[in-house]
């Protein structure tokens, strides 16, 4: 009986540790994933700012507004793949990045070349994403969260625009 309680003891010991890391990592993965929204958000932001410039400067380098675009689409699409590679996205996560990506999905795609020309349609609609943007709390001067939370709060207002 000494020698079963003498392997007994450091096994339950060492699963309760295994366990507590193995549950500490994927606290710390899932906090991670999050935060890598940022990044997201930044590009939101960044887009933000490039069509109010574009909009004072009568739309001279309206490739940089498309060229952000592009840029929200690879965050998007990279967050969806790291999420499901991981296995940490929720269903709601997922849900919500289809949501941004479906917005996204309608304007112009960037060919790689500055030389894409916009007709006074899609600077109309780049003009009020940029309003709507700004609205659901991504622009200059506002501040933002990683909080996942806050995050689908803000594409809920957008996709509700």
């Known amino acids: 009986m000494k020698h079963i ?10 699963n309760l540790i295994m366990v507590t890391y193995i549950v500490m990592k994927t606290n710390h993965l899932k906090s991670s994933y999050s ?10 932001v960044q887009l933000e700012s490039s069509i109010d410039y574009q909009i004072k400067n009568n739309w001279n380098e309206e490739n940089t507004v498309i060229e952000k675009i592009e840029d929200v689409r690879e965050s998007i699409n990279y967050l969806m793949v790291t999420g499901k590679d991981l296995g940490i996205m929720s269903k709601s996560q997922e849900n919500d990045l289809w949501k941004l990506n479906n917005i996204f999905s309608k304007f112009p795609t960037y060919s790689g070349f500055p030389n894409s020309k916009l007709d ?3 600077i109309n609609e780049l003009i009020l ?15 933002y969260s990683s909080d996942w939370k ?4 803000k594409i809920n207002a957008l996709n509700n625009m």
Do not use: C, R, V, Y
């Not at 709507?132 to 001067?141: D, E, H, V, Y």
């Open 5 to 14: 309680k003498k392997i007994i003891i450091p096994s339950i010991l060492i």
């Open 35 to 44: 935060n890598l929204s940022f990044e997201l958000q930044n590009d939101l």
């Open 120 to 122: 006074q349609n899609n």
């Open 129 to 143: 994403l940029g309003n709507n943007l700004k609205s659901a709390g991504w622009g200059m001067n506002i501040g």
């Open 150 to 153: 806050s995050f689908t709060t």
